[in-house]
Nanobody, 116 residues
Framework: VQLVESGGGLVQTGGSLTLSCTASGSVFRFWTVGWYRQPPGKHRELVASVTRAGIYNYSDSVAGRFTIIRSNGQNTVYLRMNSLKAEDTAVYYC???????????WGQGTQVTVSS
């Protein structure tokens, strides 16, 4: 399984950005998929996830601002980020949980920098 991310970059405070993560393989629709992030000098943290049944989970810090969207037909998961803050600056990683025991595969990471 390969996960390829795109969409990171530099954005001003209050702006928006959408990340994409496309997976290889034909069973994407069975996986839980989502996004983690790792701010500078901090541990990796869960941002958002969606199960194959469409159950969504968001961290408190992004709820109401970020939206995770999965497209099974395109084997792609998106992270739509609105009202970005400086504290959203991080490397963002998509993941796939293929067996129900947590992230099994990771994307390469994409940098998101929010400037004031």
């Amino acid at each position: 399984v390969q996960l390829v991310e795109s969409g990171g970059g530099l954005v001003q405070t209050g702006g928006s950005l959408t990340l994409s993560c496309t997976a290889s393989g034909s069973v994407f629709r069975f996986w839980t998929v989502g996004w983690y992030r790792q701010p500078p000098g901090k541990h990796r943290e869960l941002v958002a996830s969606v199960t194959r049944a469409g159950i969504y989970n968001y961290s408190d810090s992004v709820a109401g601002r970020f939206t995770i969207i999965r497209s099974n037909g395109q084997n792609t998961v998106y992270l739509r980020m609105n009202s970005l803050k400086a504290e959203d600056t991080a490397v963002y990683y998509c993941y796939a949980d293929t067996v129900g025991s947590g992230p099994a595969y990771w994307g390469q990471g994409t940098q998101v920098t929010v400037s004031s």
